[in-house]
Structures are given as structure tokens and as C-alpha cells.
């Protein structure tokens, strides 16, 4: 074959090139804020992670999980084979074959990329990402009928200037995209920016099956707070933000974009890569958020976000349900940079939108968001006789009654609740007035101060009193108690009702009829399934009823929220439906009667949507219904 | 916007209704709202103690730095505020109509007043504009209805709670603005120390006797103000029959005995 010295020589210019522009990307992400990591420990963790945690999500789509392995495993397969054999000039039969199996693997995964390409759903980028399986094509063949001669198919010096013309062409085409393009920006810049998000990432415990939900606390003494510009992040939020393969993921089961909202995660991500590289979102070519054009947000590493990049709206549109951090196979944390990006609206600007001022001023002058009186608090207990800790000092459980105990409607599942306990003669007792807002809302709102504020007044309280565990109704509360009031020095065995119930349940020391009832779904609060992981057992309480749950078509990890958190109905950004509307829909297309619920501002939310409509009851609710009561 | 008007608003410690705890006041906030929208050289006074945390609260709102003139809370604020006032010589000075803590007698604007012989405006919801040293202010009256004031600058305006909400207090400029203390001649306040407190007592409530027959009748005594009725107008009257009517309205409401 002629030229045989320029193959090498170009493999080793692009490799030199790809490396400028690896130096490069790593000085972008170095603009963020100094976090600590373990880096050898993390590069060493990489593969593995790759392997089990990453893989495990994008198995999901198991299409596309075949086709990614066939083409990602056979390119860096290839990739290696091709710098010893073509680059190295290592003369080996046994390599040239190696490297013609690779090569077909990854054949065979671009025709299926390909294949999947010609009728893309909308959830996928098109631009630059619709030439991907054409250069990986080209990459794999050109590569492929190259190496023929080295493995002794065909005879050296096969083919003419002509087509020794046409691979060199396609080389040059098929390096640039898969090389340059992974460090200069092309599509190909996730497997680089991937690889080392996974070895550095913010929150190493979600790998090998963790779970890692709570909010990161702020330093409040900081010049400061939140994020106003891209280089406020940490600098590996802006590694995890260059690893999104804008595969959509997110989009399709946001609910905030399904009802919209001006909110889609993913050209959020992508909004904060062109925040810290600078430009403009022109070259976007994805689903823009609702409503709003692409090509008129601009930014820079130094420019404050929400002036031309992206709308306050945007960001408060979030409920904070998780479900795109849940569904991404890159493993990014959107929840994190859009509360991040709050915290600066909330604690520096004061812009907290709709009812989000007053909510959060209601809570620091009365320790609840709707600013009743503090000594009202359990007013809702009054014919309850139940224990309050600040007399007997001791219980087995401390029930953590949550906000729940001022609106009456909430006030109906915590006296199920209460009456299922002393069913169980569960030795019980409660804060009473004692009792102050989780912090959940203020968190979410991005007023980490007033959050501080409210944990640290809790943990004092809980401080005083001994007790094994503590149950609650709300999810919300269940989570700031459990995942994030360790950052403050308070550490308790918490639990859902749901789990406690069903505990009592197997102890036997509950005892229910049959449900007689018709049709019944169960709707998983984010807070409960996402974040804490507890899908199973509200769903083995209804069972033990003889309830064999419907399920939706989104439940489980997938359950889509009720609209209902991230303080979303406070804030309260307009959009072209409500997402309480779209949940109660998934409801009804179960046909089911009654829908059983955990979390009470679910109920609320879903009790919100005008009737006709299946009936909402929390679990405990349903319980009582059916509660065999032994006389004494 | 008139960057070049010079502003003071005066501070104090509000009291939630619910909670009983120190907070921002809802009308100081709001006469500080609105100072913060007609000048951007205002100047933040809080008569007290400068430790106060509340204070903080309305630094939130966006100011670098408050004032404290460093009293005892048996000072008498006034004196020292026109003291602080004649140096600082601003244009306008507002203030809530009443505190929500203490003596909450709503009486500190007039004194002030009548120290600086300045006008008083009282329960102002909007300042409309300022020209040629003269002010527009509209005053609320119950209601809904406004009152359209010409004022001379300098004047002092008490603000109403019917002027624009106060801004989110935001926790980083709160936490960073300077808290500036000012030592002052302190006035002891002579009448309060002569005064005996003891708690209030909860007084009966007179039953509610439904008169209205519509709806339209009990929303209308729902929303209603003590209105005033009649009056006359004596602006222009010589100053004796403007005496003889003050005199004689004194007397009709038995303030004072006939001779």
C-alpha cells in the first residue's frame, strides 16, 4: 500500500491534538470551586463503576445498552490495537485479528446507532449527533479494510493510490470525530468527560448500589451564597454537566416539561456547559424548554446565570422530584445545581418568586410555612391523649407530626395514623409545640439559612429526650431527618409510616380485614421511592389487605411526581397544564377507584384535581378502615 | 427615582402577631420599600439597642449599612432623633404609623414634627412625585380611596399599610451590612418613668350584631374603616374663627369643660 509512513503520522498528530484539547477541557472544569477528591482512588473506582452502576441504568434501554457496549467496548478496544498495529507498526498476525474483531464489534454497534438514528424519538439531540454513526461507520471500516493486509487476508499493497486515497480520507474522519471530538467538544466528548465524572464525582456513594439524596449543606459565612456564576460551581459539578450525552432521558420524564413549564433538564445541562466554555446555546439542537426559542441565551464562565442564560422561571419550575437524576445514565445531579442556583436567587437577590417570600418569612417568624400561631401547633390533639415528650422524656417512638398538623385535611391521616399505633399499643409520644418545620420547603426554596436555623432548633429539641426511632407521615420531614440533619450532628433511626406500619403488620400486632373495595393504585411520593428508596412496603401493606395493586405505567423508581414538591406550589411558575392533572390521568388510566397515597402534600395535590376522579386516601386511611379493634 | 433626594427611614422591632417574636415591622418595612424606590441615598435610623437582630432583617432588604443611635430602651428616642435628623438635614423622613412594640402610642412622627417644624403627613401610601422642593404624596384613607397632598420638602410622612409590600430579606446582604452605632446624649423619658406598666387585661369583645342584610352590606362592614363624616373646611377663615372652631369641636367631644 502506498504512503505507509502517513498512518502512523497521522494517528500520533490527532492523539498530540486530542491531548491539547483534554489539557484544555480539564482547565474549563478548573474554573469551578476546589472540592476535594480522591483521585487515584477514583480513577482505580472508574471502570467499575462504568460497568455495574452505569451500565445498570442504561440497561433499562436494553436496545440501547447492546448497542453501546458493541460500539463503545469496540472502539476503546480498537483504539488501543489500532496505536500498536497501525501506529506502532507492531507486526503481529494474532493483533491484526484481535483488532478485525474489535473493529466488526463496533461495526455492528454503529449500524444499530445508525438504525436508530433514521427515526429518532424527540427526546434525542439531533445536530452534530445525527453524523455520529456515520464517522463511527467510517471510523470502524476504513480501519477495518486497512488492517486486512496486516492479518494476512489480503496480500500488502492491495488497491491502488485510489482507495489508499479514499480510507486515508475517511481515517482523518473517523480520528477527528472520535478523538479531536472528544476533547475539542464533539459528541464523542462524553466518553472523556464521562469516564472522568465517574471517577470524580460529587456524590461517590451512589456507586455499587448507594443511595445518596441529601442536599449539601452551604457555609453561610461565605462572600457568596449559592451559584450566581458558572465558576461558582465545583469544579467537578462542571465535569458531571461535560459528561451529558444529551440522550433525553431526563426530558421524558420531567414533569415540570410534560406540563410546560419552561424546564428541560437536559438543555438546562447543556446551558451550563455553554456557561462555563462561553457562547451562545445556538448550536443546541435539542427540545428547547417550553416556550422559550433557542439561540437567545448567551454566557460566560464569569457571568451571573440567571442574567442571559438562563430564567429565574426555569429554575424554579423543578419539583425537585429526582426523576431525571433517577433516569440518567451519565449520573448527573440536576436536583443539586438548580437548588445550588436557588440559593443565590433566595439568599443574595431575595427573588424567591410567587409565594416563596412569604413562605419562607412565615417560617422564620413561626416555624411552620403558613405562619399560624407556634402554640396552635398541636391543637390537632387535643382529644388524641397522647404523650408528649416534654413530659414523660421517654418513648419507644418519637411520631414526627410534620406541618400536616395544622391543615385538616393532613390532620385526617395523622389521626388514622395515631389510632393504628395505640391499635398496636405502641408506646408513642410527640413533640407537641415543640415540633418545628422540618426545613424541607426552605431548603428546596434555597434559603439554606432558615433551614440551618430549623434543623439546628430540632436537633436541640430531640437532643433532650430519649426514644429508639422516629416515625413520621411525611415523607418530606422522613427525609431531611434521615439524610440531611447528619451534616448538623443529628443522626436518628427514622422511618415512614409505611414501613413502620408494615413491620407492626408482620409482628402481628396489627390485625385487618379484607379491603372490600374496588380497583386501587398506589402512587409512589418521590420523597419516599426516589430519594429514601421505599417502594416496597406501602405496596406489601395493601397487599396484606388483599389489594392487588394496579400499577401505573410510571411507578416505582419511574412514579412521576404529583407537583407537589421542590416548593413548586408555592413558587407556582405557569405552565400549559398542572402536573397534579397529568399524575391523576396515569391514575385514571389504570381504572382504578381509589388511589393510595403516602405523603400528604401528594394528597393534597392529587385531591386538588376536580372530580370526577378516583379517590385519594393515605395508606393509614385505608388501614383504618379496615382495622380489626380488640376489646378489652 | 431621584438619586439626589436624601432619605431617612426610621427603624424599629416589630412584633409577629402570631408568634409574639421580634421581626421586622410590616410598616417600617414598607416606608423602607418605599424610600428604597424614590432614592437610592437612604440612610437607615434605628433608635435602640444596636445589638438587635431584627435589625438585620430590613439590612436584608438591600442596604449596606443602619444606623443605631445606641439608646436605653427608657430613653426618650425623640430628642435624639432630631438631634441625628438636623445633622443629616434630609429631604423626606418616614416612619410606620405605630410600632408594633412598646408604648406604640404612634406619636414619635408628630413629635418629630413639631421639634423640627416640618410637616407631618400622615398614612401615606405612595410618593407620586417630588419637583421644585415639593412633594406629591397620596394619602390612603379607608377604604381604598386616596388623597392626592401637595408637601413642602423637608416633611416627614408616616407610611400606611396599604403602600407597596416590602422586598424579600434576603440572609446574605443581611448578614454582611454594616451595623453602624452612634453614641448619642441620652434623654431620659420622663413621662415613662413616672408611668406605672402592669400587663393588659383582656378586655370582653362586644358581640357582633349582624345588621347587614346582603352581601354586599357585611363585605362593606367587614373592610370599613372608622370613616370620618362632615367637617367644614377653615383653611382660609381668620385665625379667630379657626380657633373658635377648634375650640368648640374640643368641647362637643367634652375634651374640655365650657368655662
Known sequence: MALEWLHPVLIAAVLVLAAIGAVRRVNLWRQGQKEPVDIVGGLLAMPGRYMKDLHDVVERDKYMSKTHVATGGGFVLSMVLIVLVHGLGVDSKLLGWALLASLAMMFTGAVFVYLRRRNPPSRLSKGPWMRLPKSLLSFAGAFFILTLPLAGVLPEGTGGWLLTLVLTVLVIYGLSEMLLGMTWGGPMKHAFAGALHLAFHRRPERFGGGRSTGLKPIDLGQPVLGVQKPSDFKWNQLLGFDACVQCGRCEAVCPAFAAGQPLNPKKLIQDMVVGFAGGTDSHYAGSPYPGIDIGSASGGPHQPITEGLVTPDTLWSCTTCRACVEECPMMIEHVDAIVDMRRFMTLEKGSTPGKGAEVLENLIATDNPNGFAPASRSNWAADQNLNLMSEVKEAEVLFWVSDGAFDMRSQRIIRAFVKLLKAANVDVAILGNEEQDSGDLARRLGDDATFQQLARNNIATLSQYRFKKIVTTDPHAYHCLKNEYGDFGGNYEVFHHTTYLNELVQQDRLKFDQFQGGKVTYHDPCYLGRYNGEYEAPRELLRSLGIEIAEMERSGFRSRCCGGGGGAPVTDIPGEQRIADMRMEDVIATDAELVAVGCQQCTAMLEGVVEPRPEVKDISEILIDVLIEEVH | ?259
Open chain 2, 1 to 259: 427615582m431621584q438619586p439626589d433626594l436624601k432619605l431617612v427611614s426610621l427603624l424599629s422591632t416589630g412584633r409577629h402577631p402570631k408568634s409574639g417574636r421580634a421581626c421586622r415591622a410590616n410598616q417600617d418595612s414598607r416606608a423602607l420599600e418605599l424610600a428604597m424606590k424614590t432614592s437610592s441615598q437612604v440612610t437607615a435610623v434605628h433608635a435602640g439597642n444596636p445589638d438587635n437582630n431584627v435589625l438585620r432583617q430590613y439590612a436584608g432588604m438591600g442596604l449596606k449599612k443602619i444606623a443605631v443611635l445606641d439608646l436605653p430602651e427608657t430613653a426618650d428616642p425623640t430628642q435624639s432623633l432630631k438631634h441625628y435628623l438636623d445633622e443629616q438635614s434630609p429631604d423626606i423622613v418616614l416612619t410606620g404609623v405605630r410600632a408594633e412594640d412598646g408604648e406604640s402610642s404612634g406619636m414619635l412622627p408628630y413629635l418629630l414634627s413639631e421639634k423640627l417644624g416640618w410637616a407631618m403627613v400622615p398614612r401615606i401610601a405612595e410618593i407620586q412625585s417630588i419637583e421644585n422642593g415639593k412633594a406629591k404624596v397620596l394619602q390612603a384613607l379607608p377604604r381604598g380611596q386616596r388623597r392626592l397632598i401637595e408637601v413642602d420638602l423637608p416633611f416627614i410622612a408616616s407610611v400606611d399599610n396599604s403602600a407597596a409590600e416590602p422586598r424579600q430579606s434576603a440572609f446574605g446582604p443581611a448578614s454582611r451590612a454594616t451595623i453602624e452605632t452612634i453614641s448619642t446624649e441620652i434623654f431620659t423619658d420622663e413621662a415613662l418613668a413616672g408611668w406605672q406598666l402592669s400587663a393588659a387585661r383582656k378586655r370582653p369583645k362586644r358581640l357582633k350584631i349582624a345588621k347587614a342584610k346582603t352581601a354586599a352590606d357585611r363585605f362593606k362592614a367587614a373592610t370599613a374603616k372608622s370613616q370620618s363624616k362632615g367637617g367644614t373646611l377653615i383653611k382660609d377663615k381668620p385665625a379667630s374663627e379657626q380657633a373658635k372652631a377648634i375650640f368648640d369641636l374640643l368641647v362637643t367631644e367634652s375634651v374640655i369643660k365650657q368655662p
